[in-house]
């Protein structure tokens, strides 16, 4: 490309960071835990290969309306050459406390950290859904609770819009591969490979996810005396540590199989309310299923009226 140069006008340096540790390793590859000038800071490096990836995630978080509390916070987006490799590079604010799916594997948590939790995590997906003049709507596309990162006060922020859509309102989205994300998290309609997705469609996929991840603080939730079983990911009873296609048709569409709801989470009056929630929001129906606006409601008025 003869004009790529000019491209990388906004960008002729990078900046002085130190790769620190490396934390995980995704599928979209690695996050560390970096230095920058005084700042801990989160660098995820994308292989070559993963350049797409790296474009949606700058993208996405370019936009003005991608600064929010609730939203992983960039720093900014670099083009590593040396002589031998190119690599890929999104650097944002680094969290010590990890995803909720590590930190729910190692801690269990009070009714009133799983409502700030909950809250905080619908608030930035409903952020992220919303419409308004200034801001289009952004479907994540992989919603799950590896990509939902815990600030120090146990407020979540959203994260990994690798797979991420915008849609300006009234435009379609156009030519778009439905079947993405992780299995383990579609929706029946998305394992079914139904087409023709729109805008809608695609928030109501989040929201299905949004539903397992409910189901994972509740699950890990220690208002109930005695042991708390171990976490468990959503159907991994069901189908193990790595499904198939097949084992998650069978069981999501199929058998309209669900992670189980434990009869005594419902003489909970707050977690009552919270089962409800979550079985709407991962109905076999997609028009049946809570808005995040709705759910984020939903948990305000249960933590204030329903205490345990
Ligand atoms: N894992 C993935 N992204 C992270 C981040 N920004 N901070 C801490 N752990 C992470």
Redesign the pocket.
Known sequence: DPNSGLHQSSQLENRPIQLIEL??Q?RFGS?W?AQFKSEE??V?IFPIQDRQSWMTEKQIFSLPSTDHPNI?QYIGAEKRDDNLTTEFWLI????????LC?YLKANTITWSELCKIAESMCRGLAHLHESTATKSTIAHRDFKS??V?LKRDLTACI??FGLALTFESGKSCGDVHGQVGTRRYMAPEVLEGAINFNCDSFLRIDMYACGLILWELVSRCNFQVGSIPEYQLPFEEEVGSHPTLEDMQENVVQKKVRPVIQPHWRKHSGLNVLCDTMEECWDHDPEARLSASCVVERIIVQNRYLQP
């Open positions: 934390k995980a995704g996050v835990k800071v989160a995820k992983l944002t604010a680094y969290h010590e406390n990890g995803s590590d590896k990509n990162l994260a990994d």
